[in-house]
T-cell receptor, first 112, second 113 residues
Framework: DAGVTQSPTHLIKTRGQQVTLRCSPK?????VSWYQQALGQGPQFIFQ???????QRGNFPDRFSGHQFPNYSSELNVNALLLGDSALYLC???????????FGEGSRLTVL | GENVEQHPSTLSVQEGDSAVIKCTYS??????FPWYKQELGKGPQLIID?????GEKKDQRIAVTLNKTAKHFSLHITETQPEDSAVYFC????????????FGQGTRLTINP
């Protein structure tokens, strides 16, 4: 049984570019949440998707957007990248909006 | 909004000894308090959680205690082993945002053989 899978694992972008990160939830899960983890810090909640809609959002600017597909997979898009966007982006899935979260191993984004 | 403070930031203990990590939270409406273990290059893994209607929960060598009045909760690891070495995070959420977890800053636990 595959857990939460994320791609790519590592990527490097330059300021002003756009990036798309992808997440496949654990089998049987229908809800996806995204977190940003800066180096040496705890994860910060970006948003949650359920039934292809954004259900909750943290304190992140509109440059951060997402999407959930009918197969429950999800994408995180970040536009106009800033140096401060360099971080590990974690995807977590669950069954339902209040279920236990299972995290993927993350996508490490470096912005130069 | 919710704010979670975690202490200490680093903790080093001898193998076999106990380790305690403490967290405080600010939002009295928070009712769910999970603890995560993050190993190098991996995502956080839930190791134990507690809800506000319970004061203590134990799972083998791991226990969590919650003091709602003081708004603090603690992780206790007994008989520590080298594989317990990792970064541990506490988190909190309220009923309106069950998965909108607010994490502490993390504790790097090192078990010395």
């Amino acid at each position: 049984d595959a857990g939460v899978t994320q791609s790519p694992t590592h990527l490097i972008k330059t300021r002003g570019q756009q990036v798309t990160l992808r997440c496949s939830p654990k089998s049987g899960h229908d809800t996806v949440s995204w977190y940003q983890q800066a180096l040496g810090q705890g994860p910060q909640f970006i948003f949650q998707y359920y039934e292809e809609e954004e259900r909750q959002r943290g304190n992140f600017p509109d440059r951060f957007s997402g999407h959930q597909f009918p197969n429950y997979s999800s994408e995180l898009n970040v536009n106009a990248l800033l140096l401060g966007d360099s971080a590990l982006y974690l995807c977590a899935s669950s069954f339902g909006v209040a279920g236990e979260l299972f995290f993927g191993e993350g996508s490490r984004l470096t912005v130069l | 909004g919710e704010n979670v403070e975690q202490h200490p930031s680093t903790l080093s203990v001898q193998e076999g000894d106990s380790a305690v990590i403490k967290c405080t939270y600010s939002d009295s409406a928070s009712n769910y308090f999970p603890w995560y273990k993050q190993e190098l290059g991996k995502g956080p893994q839930l190791i134990i959680d507690i809800r506000s209607n319970v004061g203590e929960k134990k799972d083998q060598r791991i226990a969590v205690t919650l003091n709602k009045t003081a708004k603090h909760f603690s992780l206790h690891i007994t008989e520590t082993q080298p594989e317990d070495s990792a970064v541990y995070f506490c988190a909190a959420s309220n009923p309106q945002g069950a998965q909108k977890l607010v994490f502490g800053q993390g504790t790097r636990l090192t078990i010395n053989p």
